[in-house]
């Protein structure tokens, strides 16, 4: 079951007053982290170095922090639990939902699941997915952004955090 997870002050320059919900260990929230991000159709140039992107996080052991919602995130993650670094997954929906395959992670205390949303909310939809975006924007000490399909709205998030972007 997913517990509420109040941030306090430690994390409060960085989502003031914002109640969480979250499966795993929490500490996570407190290490250098680094959100993944990408539009949802993405080139296969970028896709590739997105792709070694992820093989070097896994190899450095840092904390990545992504949505992993797009197919493209979808991979890295699956590249990232090939190893044993700090992974948080930021989900657009209530915590109802959590990949079985997950357990083994969350269990190891290397995965943390969280979400603004009460597990009544089902199902992501466009403004929470940019809402759970800007949360992980906010989190995140650095974000990479792996391809920005122009006009989108990712693009509009990155220009709100100009100093935290690198792109691949």
Same mark, same amino acid.
């Given at each position: 079951?997913?517990?509420?997870?109040?941030? #306090?002050?430690?994390?409060?320059?960085?989502?003031?007053?914002?109640?969480?919900? =979250?499966?795993?260990?929490?500490?996570?929230? $407190?290490?250098?982290?680094?959100? +993944?991000?990408?539009? *949802?159709?993405?080139?296969?140039?970028?896709? !590739?170095?997105? &792709? &070694?992107? !992820?093989?070097?996080?896994?190899?450095?052991?840092?904390?990545?922090?992504?949505? /992993?919602? =797009?197919?493209?995130?979808?991979?890295?993650?699956?590249? %990232?639990?090939?190893?044993?670094?700090?992974?948080?997954?930021? $989900?657009?929906? #209530?915590?109802? *939902? @959590?990949?079985?395959?997950?357990?083994?992670? @969350?269990?190891?205390?290397?995965?943390?699941?969280?979400? &603004? /949303?009460?597990? =009544?909310?089902?199902?992501?939809?466009? =403004?929470?997915?940019?809402? *759970?975006?800007?949360?992980?924007?906010?989190? !995140?000490?650095?974000?990479?952004?792996?391809?920005?399909?122009?006009?989108?709205?990712?693009?509009? %998030?990155? !220009?709100?955090?100009?100093?935290? @972007?690198? +792109?691949?």
């Amino acid at each position: 079951m997913a517990i509420q997870l109040y941030l #306090g002050l430690r994390l409060a320059r960085w989502v003031k007053e914002a109640v969480m919900y =979250s499966v795993g260990n929490e500490e996570l929230l $407190m290490l250098q982290k680094v959100a +993944f991000l990408c539009s *949802r159709q993405v080139p296969e140039g970028a896709a !590739a170095k997105a &792709r &070694r992107w !992820a093989d070097e996080q896994r190899e450095q052991r840092r904390c990545v922090i992504s949505g /992993y919602h =797009s197919p493209l995130e979808k991979a890295v993650l699956c590249r %990232l639990l090939l190893g044993t670094q700090p992974i948080i997954v930021a $989900m657009a929906q #209530g915590l109802g *939902r @959590i990949a079985p395959e997950w357990g083994a992670h @969350i269990s190891a205390g290397r995965l943390l699941v969280i979400s &603004r /949303y009460a597990e =009544s909310v089902t199902h992501p939809c466009e =403004s929470k997915c940019y809402q *759970r975006n800007k949360m992980m924007m906010d989190l !995140a000490d650095q974000a990479v952004i792996a391809h920005v399909s122009p006009g989108g709205k990712l693009e509009l %998030l990155c !220009a709100t955090y100009p100093g935290k @972007i690198l +792109f691949l």
